[in-house]
């Protein structure tokens, strides 16, 4: 009786001891395969250093169906890990619009959402012969000392399944809610810089959305490629859309920017399409002076046009309906749908959705010693390359294509280059060059990104309200592309690589059921739920009757 009493004591006094223990270490334990409850060391980085307070307001919440139920779930689950390492400073609360009662305050609230880019989902399901409607917002809404940004957590590739769109968006969680709280809290002396390089003639009215963007998380800078000496100062260079040729003492420049360490990212064309007819234009060989530069890195710009069977498509009148003209939205081959982004899981294009292109050429790679190429964007299977000078027009949208003849297979169209780059003008500056001082043939490692296509970087413009529409938002059919992400997500990486762009690496494995073996063994595992656990019970019951007898049969 004695030991059994200090037995019993014991316990007590360690349970009190681990309880106390417990109130000054703390630890997780993350067992699952993907680690998918480890928040990436730049995220808990950013975490731990927060300067004030953190709120979130998850409006993904109530009825949902299972598939969005694991996402609000993720969702949360991510926001706890948050408080793990932020502690206070990180709070959240859930709010289902559907709950609210009064309609005009539930209008104003959905009005609101809507303006933070929160757009609504409407799920529409049949109970008892009955057909329901809801409209659900995946999306929170992030504040900070009195600013706010919505946040959309609804993301992946549309041409996916619904089930591997959600998986996707569960990966994509944390980037999300990480970049809202970077946006928000990052003070001026963090802040990256970005040079803005203007080649070209293009309005600036047709970048105002993606330098708005851009100047979210970095200090923007125009470069004045006039002003004698090299580009410093800053962490990347963005070059969009160039139409007017380099000099030599700018290609110079942009070769020691790089060399020296400084990422760089290039938009450029390989022809100039002027404006299109229904009777046709030219499209013309397009020679800023990079090949040779570009080159030396690694890849070839070729001047060629890509057609491409997977295609957005463009308004055309085909005739007239009575007395008015017919306008139908026609498939344009020369507008490709880039959503083939290769094998590599690079966090630029993981889970990303389809990038409009617009009169793209293609990109080969070169040998180049030291320099790691990555392809990031490339056609579908189905295109056709045609050599300039070409006639572009839009009277060929009206034939119908043939598909044998788009056998010119996936392109590549967009390529990532890191390593040590190697200076084009090695072995061509003499001692008493004035481009001596400072010179370097081989420096720091860097990244370059090069795109063949530099509309993929230009917004178009409401003329009417003098506004320009979103990069990527295609205003004839109202579709969103994924462009200004992608250009986005690639600063971020040729900055930081291990930043918390690193987040998009996350990889949640979908483990379905074998459906045709639910359906064939339903009756059996029905059974085995109903008398398996009666069975059980029986068996404990038995052990432990035996159990006794054989203690007091002593």
């Known amino acids: 009786m004695k030991s059994a009493s200090l037995r019993t004591l014991g316990i007590i006094a360690a349970l009190v001891a681990i309880n106390i223990l417990s ?226 003492d700018d290609i110079f420049k942009l070769d020691q920017f790089v060399v020296n360490g400084g990422r760089a990212l290039f938009f450029v064309d390989g022809q100039r399409i002027d404006s299109v007819s229904n009777e046709g234009t030219y499209a013309q060989p397009l020679n800023l002076g990079l090949d040779d530069l570009f080159f030396r890195w690694g890849v070839r710009i070729n001047r060629d046009v890509v057609k491409d069977l997977y295609c957005a498509p463009i308004p055309l009148n085909v005739g007239n309906l009575g007395d008015k003209p017919n306008i139908q939205p026609i498939p344009w081959r020369f507008f490709p749908i880039l959503n083939n982004f290769g094998t590599s899981g690079n966090p630029i294009v993981r889970n990303l959705d389809g990038i409009l292109g617009r009169f793209v050429s293609t990109l080969d790679t070169v040998r180049s010693t030291g320099i790691q190429k990555t392809p990031l964007l490339l056609t579908s299977a189905y295109t056709k390359i045609v050599q300039v000078p070409a006639l572009i027009s839009y009277n060929e949208a009206r034939q119908q294509p043939d598909p044998k003849t788009y056998n010119d297979g996936s392109r ?67 579709t969103m592309y994924a462009n200004k992400d992608f250009v986005l997500n690639a600063i971020d990486y040729l900055v930081d690589p291990n930043g918390v762009i690193a987040a998009r690496a996350r990889t949640v494995t979908l483990r379905p059921l074998d459906k045709i073996r639910i359906n064939e063994n339903r009756t059996g595992w029905q059974i085995l739920n109903l008398i398996g656990p009666l069975v059980l019970i029986g068996l404990i019951g038995v052990v432990w009757q035996l159990a006794r007898r054989r203690k007091f049969a002593r």
């Open 23 to 248: 109130a000054f270490v703390f630890f997780r334990l993350d067992l699952t395969q993907e680690k998918r409850y480890t928040l990436s060391e730049a995220t808990q980085n950013l975490l731990a250093d927060l300067p004030d307070d953190v709120h979130v307001d998850v409006y993904l919440t109530g009825d949902l169906p299972p598939a969005f139920k694991r996402l609000e779930n993720a969702t949360r689950e991510t926001l706890d890990e948050f408080q793990a390492v932020a502690g206070r400073k990180i709070t959240y609360r859930t709010i289902d619009p559907d709950r609210i009662t009064n309609v005009d305050e539930k209008n104003k609230l959905i009005d609101k959402l809507q303006q933070k880019g929160l757009l609504p989902t409407n799920l529409v399901a049949s109970e008892g012969g009955k057909r329901t409607e809801k409209l659900v917002f995946p999306g929170v809404v992030v504040s900070y000392k009195g600013k706010d940004t919505g946040v959309l957590l609804l993301k992946g590739n549309k041409a996916a399944s619904k089930e591997e769109q959600l998986n996707q968006s569960y990966e994509g969680v944390e980037f999300q809610l990480a970049s809202a709280i970077r946006k928000l809290t990052q003070t001026k002396e963090n802040r990256r810089r970005v040079g803005l390089l203007m080649h070209t003639q293009v309005p600036p009215s047709r970048f105002a959305d993606l330098l708005a963007s851009v100047q979210e998380n970095y200090d923007l800078f125009f470069i004045d490629m006039t002003k004698p000496g090299p580009i410093t100062g800053l962490d990347a260079v963005l070059v969009m859309k160039p139409d007017q040729p380099f000099s030599e």
């Open 412 to 478: 590549m169209v967009g390529c990532l280059l890191e390593g040590t780059f190697k200076s084009l003008f090695a072995n061509r500056i003499l001692p008493n060059d004035p481009r001596a001082s400072g010179f370097r043939t081989e420096g720091e490692p860097s990244r370059v990104l090069v795109c063949s296509d530099g509309d993929l970087v230009l917004n178009d413009v409401d003329f009417k309200r003098g506004v320009p529409y979103p990069l990527g938002y295609d205003r004839f059919t109202g």
